[in-house]
């Protein structure tokens, strides 16, 4: 079964389908597409990019910033590699092909 990355603790990991249990998680995104929804592409990158920041900037540990640093990168990385997996399956749900 193929695993997505899951932003919880390290090395915990969820399918898909678990991730659309956190029903609250994916309402809150539809209520945050409708404010962006007719913003230039530029802006909405940049809302995106400024909220991302926000959340990683909060993963620190005060007693080391290299494992904040380490922290921050796997989840960045965690994270770009759930947008690419959810990328097909939203393409979908707004009527493209691909």
Do not use: C, N, Y
Request: aromatic residues 6%; glycine residues 8%.
């Amino acid at each position: 079964m193929t695993r997505t990355p899951h932003f919880g603790p390290e090395s915990q990991v969820m399918t898909l389908a678990e991730m659309k249990g956190l029903g609250q998680a994916f309402d809150l995104a539809r209520e945050f597409g409708r404010l962006l929804a007719g913003k230039s592409p530029e802006v909405q990158g940049v809302v995106l990019a400024e909220l991302l920041s926000k959340w990683l900037a909060g993963h620190i540990d005060l007693d080391s910033k290299e494992s904040t640093r380490r922290t921050r990168e796997d989840l960045l990385r965690v994270h770009v590699d759930t947008v690419r997996k959810l990328v097909p399956e939203s393409a979908k749900e707004i009527g493209l092909p691909w």
